[in-house]
């Protein structure tokens, strides 16, 4: 849509909360333009308050009726969080730990999975799977979050106003995968 059109008004269609990541900026994924999208990243598509807040927004000002979480293969921020599990340092800035503190939750289990089907020799390492499954995991967690956080977002869900699903931006393919809610 023309820039001149949007000057006092806009109806994007969808909500992404996406990562921040340089490989993923959504209106280019998915080919569209300005006014298409409300369009929120940080890095590893994670769920704090400014980010339901800022979905809340979206979602009654606009009446916006779909979030898609998209997360996207071989994330940094998914990545640093499998390393922080594995080798645990203490000289992370506070801000940088907030980020990883909100993606442990969902992938710890998968890091002790991990080492327990490991030879045994102790040296950590990140596999491309357990990547692979942590990005899947961080993604249905922060749905779970959205679904979870909001009473704004649980009513607009239930009244059938509000569609919240994940999906997978694959770096190799420039492909979208969305998952089946
Ligand atoms: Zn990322």
Redesign the pocket.
Known sequence: MSRNRLIHAQSPFAIILG???SR?PAELVFGLGLGDLFVIRV???IVAPSQIGSIEFAAEKFSTHLVVVM??S?????EATLEQLQQPTDNRSPNLRAIVDRISPAVESLVKFDAKSSSGDNTPMITPELLDQAVRSNIKASVDKLHQGSEILKALIKNDKLLIMGAEYFLETGEVEFFSS
């Open positions: 990562c921040s990541d993923v890095a590893g598509n997360g996207h071989l994330c940094g921020a998914v």
